[in-house]
């Protein structure tokens, strides 16, 4: 086993923290407060390429691997930054790679990858299916050499910074189908096209994330934005879920590193009763804790990444990463509001704001519980819960 990483990957953490530099902490902080998407800093990072990193090179894209994307993201959060605005596109791509068509691939992959066209929005989550994804009821009725979308979804995020959205949608109705993961069709959906049937409605959560309720009447999509085969759309989905864990596992080491930065810095400069904070050991083991949960949950997500680059099974590893990662920087997060003491929650030390951003980790795009039952059903052979 060697822990030695790769230069390259230190000049790739350079490169995107060039970027990253040049968007300061009052930029994201006045974004906050204004519920405002990052175009700046989107256009910066797809510009410089650092959104592409998955795309091969024929299609004009960095041709690198998920090892690469996920410190690429983890870069933006470490910097004080949210990969929230970005990170579907890096997701999605696996998705497009595997299912899409050579032709689908050849018109849209180059434009995605010179960072003028956005693949930023996944619509999949519904009001009344929840966590169940198989129980989704958006409809796609086939009319022609179109599909017809009709339904609703809700927690879409970036519908309105995005050109393009993958919408899954069912095909065949749940009653009629023998096996439940089947049934569901997977579209490419040119949104520049389709606003007027499309009812997007925002939606303010606790962070600034552009997610909305919307909903579909009557869209028409091409039969040949189909992605992969009809009734196969949640296979397509499930393909895209280690990557999705592997990522997010990444952008939570990033938040991890920076809460443990931001408190190793106030422990030692704040003095109170004559020494720094942080000769307190109340303070200082918490923020040790914290560090030694980051370190560990980062062997885990590289051990995560570097199976699936080597195109092997990675479930358990990309979950665990998944899993592992969102608490560690959920606990360094509170590490760190304590830490700061009531400065943690003035807006101006940003502490809170990322406290907020992180938080969402735990729970989306997946839930820890719904992890925990794979661990627990599908690799420990535990009995199922569902
Ligand atoms: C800010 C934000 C942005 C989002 N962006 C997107 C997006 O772009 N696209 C998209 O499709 N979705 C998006 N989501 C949705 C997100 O993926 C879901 O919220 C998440 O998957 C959980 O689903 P739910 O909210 O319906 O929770 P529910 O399914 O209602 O579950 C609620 C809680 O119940 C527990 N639970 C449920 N089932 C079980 C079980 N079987 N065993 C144990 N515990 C269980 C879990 O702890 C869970 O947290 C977003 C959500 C948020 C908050």
Redesign the pocket.
């Known amino acids: 086993m060697d822990f030695q990483t790769p230069e390259s990957w230190d000049t790739l953490r350079a490169g995107v923290r060039e970027v990253c530099d040049t968007f300061g902490d009052s930029y994201w902080r006045e974004l906050d407060v204004e519920r405002a998407y990052p175009e700046e800093f989107v256009q910066a990072l797809g510009q410089g390429g650092w959104l592409s990193t998955l795309i091969p090179k024929e299609y004009g894209g960095g041709g690198l691997g998920l090892v690469e994307a996920s410190i690429v993201l983890e870069e933006v959060n470490r910097s004080g930054g949210n990969a929230?605005a970005v990170h579907?596109q890096v997701y999605m791509m696996g998705v497009l790679l595997r299912h899409a068509s050579e032709a689908l691939k050849r018109t849209y992959l180059p434009q995605i990858a010179s960072g003028g066209l956005r693949l930023q929005?996944?619509?999949?989550?519904e009001?009344d299916?929840?966590?169940?994804t198989t129980r989704i009821e958006t409809t796609a009725v086939r009319k022609g050499d179109k599909y017809v979308i009709n339904g609703s979804?809700?927690?879409?995020?970036?519908v309105l910074q995005s050109d393009m959205m993958l919408v899954?949608a069912r095909t065949t109705p749940y009653y009629e189908l023998e096996d439940k993961t089947r049934g569901l069709s997977l579209f490419l959906v040119d949104l520049r096209e389709s606003r007027g049937q499309l009812e997007v409605e925002p939606l303010r959560?606790m962070?600034n994330?552009q997610?909305n309720a919307i909903e579909f009447h009557d869209l028409e999509v091409p039969a040949d934005h189909m992605i992969g085969t009809e009734g196969n759309g949640f296979r397509c989905v499930i393909d895209s879920w280690n990557a999705e864990r592997i990522l997010i596992a990444g952008e939570c080491i990033g938040d991890g590193r920076w809460f443990i930065d931001r408190a190793v810095s106030r422990a030692n400069e704040r003095v109170v009763f004559d020494k720094p904070i942080g000769a307190n050991q109340g303070v200082q083991f918490p923020i040790a804790n914290a560090y030694a949960r980051i370190e560990a949950a980062d062997l885990i997500r590289y051990k995560a990444a570097i199976k699936f680059d080597a195109g092997e099974a990675c479930g358990p590893e990309a979950n665990m990463a998944k899993l592992l990662a969102s608490e560690a920087s959920w606990e360094a997060a509170n590490v760190c509001l304590d830490t700061h003491g009531g400065y943690g929650f003035l807006a101006d030390y940003d502490v809170e704001r990322k406290f907020r951003e992180t938080r969402?980790y735990t729970?989306?795009?997946?839930?820890?519980?719904?992890v925990?039952?794979y661990l627990g059903q599908r690799v420990l052979g535990l009995p199922r819960?569902?």
Request: hydrophobic share 55%; glycine share 2%.
């Open positions: 929230n579907a929005a996944f619509a999949v989550t009001p299916a929840g966590s169940e979804k809700i927690f879409i995020s970036r899954l959560v962070m994330n997610t969402l729970v989306a795009p997946v839930n820890n519980n719904l925990l039952a819960s569902y």
